[in-house]
């Protein structure tokens, strides 16, 4: 029989930086960005993480250590789809055993299940993604996801997609406080140039505004 701690782990990659994005933007975070993901979007950028049989397997155990040795208390559990992974929920409980602050980053197309997340980071994919609606929108998840306190991230380029924001507020009862607006685009130019125009839908909405930290600093890097 396996223990839990022999585990395999597929694992993309794992490093050490600062969360880029979001309500815990530039707290220093050890990354662990699981493999495989099948939602698919079209402006995806770690598509390297698609592929569930892709990146290196570790053991839970080898896995827990590495992030131990990393020395940050944040840890940020991304993919890659992470809810789509079967080690997901010894992952987090082997996290939280050793004492760490668990943020999960997600697409919310899969329920989440019981697991001691302490943030969970729930990027809900627009029309502009060129995911069909049935995958990345469902009502199911989104609402548990809401019930549990989770922050609903959605990346925005034009008003229509800032309408798209609000319907799906509308529909399933989000607090306007826990939306979170960031500017599409994987190049600093880009970012640079959405910024006014996502904090004032921010301001007008009552949402947050977020930069894309990692991308106004060091582009579309890999590791950072």
């Given at each position: ?100 602050r668990v943020e999960v980053e997600t697409a919310g197309t899969e329920l989440p299940p019981p697991s001691p ?50 319907a799906i507020q509308s529909r399933h009862g989000l607090a306007p406080e826990r939306i979170v607006l960031m ?42």
């Open positions: 029989m396996t223990s839990p701690t022999d585990l395999p782990v597929r694992v993309s990659e794992v490093f050490t930086s600062i969360q880029g994005e979001g309500p815990s933007l530039g707290t220093p975070s050890v990354f662990v960005r699981l493999q495989g993901c099948g939602v698919g979007c079209v402006w995806c950028d770690t598509r390297y993480s698609w592929q569930a049989h892709g990146g290196d397997e570790l053991t839970l155990e080898a896995l827990l250590r590495r992030v131990k040795d990393a020395i940050a208390q944040n840890v940020v559990v991304t993919g890659g789809e992470p809810l789509e992974h079967p080690a997901f929920a010894p992952l987090v409980a082997g996290l939280h055993a050793l004492g760490l997340v302490d943030q969970w980071n729930v990027s809900l994919k627009l029309a502009h993604s060129g995911v069909p609606v049935g995958r990345r929108l469902r009502p199911e998840a989104i609402e548990r996801f809401r019930d549990l306190g989770a922050w609903f991230k959605f990346v925005v380029a034009a008003e229509g997609d800032v309408d798209e924001v609000l500017p599409l685009g994987m190049l600093r130019a880009e970012q640079l140039a959405l910024m006014p125009r996502v904090v004032e839908w921010s301001r007008r909405h009552g949402f947050r505004f977020s930069p894309r930290l990692h991308i106004l600093i060091w582009g579309p890097r890999r590791g950072v």
